[in-house]
């Protein structure tokens, strides 16, 4: 029977290992150098500067610049702001979800945060969270005294509410009264008179629908959302059901 043993090691193995160990850490710490010599390179823009950034398409660059600024002014908030939209811009929405959520925590009775992070929400294809938090902001921004900031900020709440209710959830009774509130605060909102006539039209109100997409036509004449509901009309006239036939309304 043939007696087996284990390899003998070589006597010099923990010399080498300590030598590869050695490395190794040298190498970690020389990468660790290097990005933090970059980082405080990183020159410190204005937001002005980042938002000319933004509007040249370097993203990447000004997400960089405003991870930067919060770095240096952590109490900056239209910093968070401006890099929650620079993430979702860039379909990063996990990342955006937690820089809402902490403007949300930091500020629970700012209307904004809420209304950010359903959109971020509603992106995600999450229109039950989305809604959630629409309406919560859309709870605080009825309390704003400013008028125009409060006639604001409920009107992208209103609106995001009325894509949601008729595009995720075929809920058409609801985008419409949605829609009217629009319409209440801003008459001249032609986008949401073109939502309610496309809801009335969903729900199989034509006369309704009429209404809404003739007084486009009336008052914007040879322009594009005049256009949009002079083709509007012509779907209603066909009487077309898009649940029942397969076709798309508008």
Request: net charge negative; hydrophobic share 35%.
């Amino acid at each position: 029977m043939t007696n087996s043993r284990p390899p003998s090691q070589p006597k010099n193995l923990p010399k080498i290992l300590t030598i590869i160990t050695v490395v190794v850490l040298f190498s970690l710490g020389g990468v660790w150098l290097f990005f933090k010599i970059a980082w405080l390179r990183t020159p410190l823009l204005s937001l002005d500067a980042i938002d000319a950034l933004v509007k040249g398409e370097r993203t990447d660059e000004a997400i960089i610049y405003c991870q930067k600024r919060i770095m240096v002014y952590p109490e900056e908030t239209a910093s968070y702001y401006m890099l929650g939209n620079l993430y979702e811009e860039k379909r990063k929405f996990k990342d955006a979800e937690k820089i809402y959520k902490k403007l949300k925590e930091a500020f629970p009775d700012d209307a904004l945060p809420y209304f950010y992070l359903g959109r971020t929400y509603f992106s995600e294809n999450h229109p039950a969270a989305a809604l959630q938090e629409l309406s919560l902001s859309e709870t605080l921004s009825e309390k704003i005294t400013d008028s125009e900031e409060r006639k604001e900020n409920l009107s992208q709440v209103w609106d995001l509410m009325a894509q949601i209710y008729q595009d995720d959830l075929e809920d058409y009774k609801k985008a419409a009264d949605v829609s009217k509130k629009r319409i209440e605060l801003e008459p001249e909102n032609w986008d949401a008179h073109y939502d309610l006539g496309t809801a009335y039209a969903y729900l199989g109100w034509a006369p309704n629908a009429y209404k809404e997409f003739n007084l486009i036509l009336e008052k914007n004449p040879g322009t594009d959302i005049a256009r949009d509901a002079e083709d509007a009309i012509n779907y209603v006239r066909q009487g077309k059901n898009p649940k029942k036939s397969g076709n798309v309304l508008f």
